[in-house]
């Protein structure tokens, strides 16, 4: 079993800042690509940002130049630097992480995800 745990999230006025975190932990062989998705009010979850496990990430064009997204490969965790934060941020913000298992000798490749962390810009 793996478990997907995202952390950080919270009120914060335009402009602002916050930092989300997220480990994966349970039966791991090897963590592939991680990365952050949202889902604001109404629509369909959307990706923000993907990074490899050699540390190559790609961005949705909105979290360019605002968003850095980075991983520490040891410790099989994520985090997701936002900066100059705008209100159509605001989102309900979900890590994933591809994880390979091994489990009765068999090799089992699966997407996992947290149950998502609110992140909320308002003045």
């Known amino acids: 079993q793996v478990q997907v745990a995202e952390s950080g999230g919270g009120l914060v006025q335009p402009g602002g800042s916050l930092r989300l975190s997220c480990v994966v932990s349970?039966?791991?062989?090897?963590?592939?690509?991680m990365g952050w998705y949202r889902q604001g009010p109404g629509n369909e979850r959307e990706l923000v940002a993907t990074?490899?496990?050699?540390?190559?990430?790609t961005y949705e064009d909105s979290a360019k130049g605002r968003f850095t997204i980075s991983r520490d490969n040891a410790k099989n965790t994520v985090e997701l630097q936002m900066n100059n934060l705008k209100p159509e941020d605001t989102a309900v913000y979900y890590c994933?992480?591809?994880?390979?298992?091994?489990?009765?000798?068999?090799?089992?490749?699966?997407?996992?995800w947290g149950q998502g962390t609110q992140v909320t810009v308002s003045s």
């Open positions: 990074i490899t496990s050699g540390h190559i990430a």
């Open positions: 349970g039966n791991i062989f090897r963590v592939d690509d």
């Open positions: 994933n992480a591809e994880v390979l298992s091994l489990g009765g000798g068999t090799y089992l490749n699966m997407d996992y």
